[in-house]
């Protein structure tokens, strides 16, 4: 007897809200808006979007990080980034970077134009307590890298991490993690295209809608997402979104969830409260970067 794959529902929702970050950057925060709302292993996701110069052009100048991972995928514009390793990637329209914090990276992302468009994503992904204090890393990936799984109905899926597709034609993005093993769909549905994805069953997994419509879950019980907001979905082998009547961009994120202790404290994530004292110890006394050389993940 074949077996019946349980479709996963959308639980709750979560709008976006407005604010800012770095030196005056305007964006949208949804998951991490506030402390403890978490989705193990994701700690953060920002939106950024916006035609006005005014609005991103300070930045985010020098910063540090310790304790996870940031991902940055850019949908238009161009920003590069330079660290105290002397590290300097440019992030161009459908790139990406994948930085390991670990231990401690101090970096900037500064945008190289003063006018039109920026738009794209942050997300940050927790590591686990043994990798925490790891030499800090990162990858810069180009569009030409990240592969797309074309859809007979005209929709396209761009993998930047994990796979996508059937168990017959499976496509695996640039990237892979084996702590939290991350899943980064870039879904641009057409007019009422229909999509079913597979998915770990043991992952937690959420969609973000950042332009158009979609409808979640199977045919019986499908709900509404919102754009700006995160749907989070209950466990389940298979993911099943239909496109609204003007198409859909949707970020589709899964990941093994870690199940430990989370303290964050501005740009650190611990497990305890006095690794994050050290954190800020280490960073007042000039220690905090005291690592080797960095290696692409």
């Not at 799984?149 to 899926?157: A, H, K, T, V």
């Not at 754009?227 to 099943?240: Q, T």
Request: with cysteine; glycine share 10%.
């Amino acid at each position: 007897m074949p077996t019946i794959m349980q479709t996963r529902l959308l639980q709750s929702t979560l709008s976006s809200i407005a604010t800012s970050d770095g030196a005056g950057v305007k964006l949208r925060r949804s998951i991490g808006q506030k402390p403890g709302l978490y989705f193990d292993p994701f700690l953060m996701l920002d939106a950024f979007g916006t035609e006005h110069p005014e609005d991103y052009i300070r930045g985010f100048p020098p910063h540090p990080h310790r304790g996870f991972e940031t991902v940055t995928y850019m949908i238009e514009g161009h920003m590069r980034h330079e660290d105290h390793l002397g590290h300097v990637g440019d992030l161009r329209p459908g790139g990406m970077q994948w930085m390991t914090a670990g231990r401690g990276i101090i970096h900037s992302e500064m945008p190289m134009q003063t006018e039109g468009r920026m738009r794209g994503f942050q997300l940050w992904i927790n590591l686990p307590a043994a990798r925490k204090m790891d030499p800090p890393s990162y990858r810069d990936v180009d569009p030409s890298e990240i592969p797309v799984l074309e859809c007979e109905d005209g929709s396209r899926i761009r993998v930047l991490a994990g796979s996508a597709g059937t168990r017959e034609r499976r496509i695996e993005g640039p990237i892979q993690r084996p702590d939290t093993e991350p899943v980064f769909l870039d879904l641009e549905l057409t007019r009422d295209a229909r999509l079913a994805q597979m998915v770990d069953p043991d992952h937690h997994a959420f969609l973000y809608v950042y332009e158009g419509s979609i409808e979640v879950g199977p045919q019986s019980a499908k709900q509404p997402v919102p754009i700006d907001h995160v749907g989070f979905l209950s466990a389940g082998e298979r993911i099943e979104i239909q496109a609204g009547l003007d198409g859909a961009r949707v970020l589709l994120l899964t990941g093994h969830p870690l199940g430990e202790p989370i303290v964050q404290h501005g740009p650190f994530v611990m497990n305890t409260r006095a690794e994050i004292e050290r954190a800020i110890r280490d960073f007042q006394t000039g220690h905090f970067t005291d690592t080797g050389e960095s290696g692409a993940p």
